[in-house]
């Protein structure tokens, strides 16, 4: 596999946050979704909700690559003073 072969073929969804699409590669489908997240704590619902909505529908492997950002507080991050 070359480098290339996770690139979308197709873009279906794309925002600030999310870019999703899918690749064929040997006849199968493969949904693909890279993620931003939120980095205000307010603002994690709706992007767990956008996330939700846009896979809800997809039949098939789907791979969710990214940055969540799910840290609640500095004192979470590894090497925090």
Same mark, same amino acid.
Request: glycine share 6%; aromatic share 14%; no cysteine.
């Given at each position: 596999m070359?480098?290339?072969s996770f690139l979308p073929?197709?873009?279906v969804f794309s925002c600030?946050?999310?870019?999703s699409g899918?690749?064929?590669k040997?006849? /199968?489908v493969c949904y693909i979704g &890279?993620?931003?997240g939120a980095p205000i704590?307010?603002?994690?619902?709706?992007?767990?909700?956008l996330i939700s909505s846009q896979i809800s529908n997809i039949q098939g492997? /789907?791979?969710?690559?990214?940055? &969540?950002?799910q840290v609640e507080s500095p004192k979470d991050k590894i090497g925090a003073f």
């Open positions: 070359g480098s290339r073929s197709s873009i600030k946050i999310l870019v899918h690749f064929n040997n006849n /199968l &890279f993620v931003y704590i307010e603002h994690r619902q709706a992007v767990w909700h492997p /789907l791979i969710l690559i990214g940055d &969540f950002i």
